[in-house]
Nanobody
Framework: VQLQACGGGLVQAGGSLRLSCVAS????????MGWFRQAPGKEREFVAT????????NYADSVKGRFTIFRDNAKNTVYLQMDSLKSEDTAVYYC????????????????WGQGTLVTVSS
């Protein structure tokens, strides 16, 4: 499967952005999906995951209550709605996919998109 993420950009603190990730190929609904991010000079970190059906989600504590992950299996797309953005959310955001159950461990995901840059100005 190939992943194409988009929707990043420059936004002021307190603003919102929605990232999208379109997956090519068949069997999108067989993949758990997620988002990770990497800020300049920092380690890659978990943001959110969603199960194959979309019935269950998981979030990093740092984004809980501000970010929402959801998916549309008919459109082969997963989204990350980001509200109340903070300067510390500035990072390159990566869309990821894995067959089976989702996890917060980046090593488990064998499919990665190219990343989309989110910059939050304070």
């Amino acid at each position: 499967v190939q992943l194409q993420a988009c929707g990043g950009g420059l936004v002021q603190a307190g603003g919102s952005l929605r990232l999208s990730c379109v997956a090519s190929g068949r069997w999108f609904s067989s993949y758990a999906m997620g988002w990770f991010r990497q800020a300049p000079g920092k380690e890659r970190e978990f943001v959110a995951t969603i199960t194959r059906s979309g019935s269950s989600t998981n979030y990093a504590d740092s984004v809980k209550g501000r970010f929402t992950i959801f998916r549309d299996n008919a459109k082969n797309t997963v989204y990350l709605q980001m509200d109340s953005l903070k300067s510390e959310d500035t990072a390159v955001y990566y869309c990821v996919a894995v067959l089976g159950a989702p996890t917060s461990d980046a090593r488990a995901f064998n499919y990665w998109g190219q990343g989309t840059l989110v910059t939050v100005s304070s």
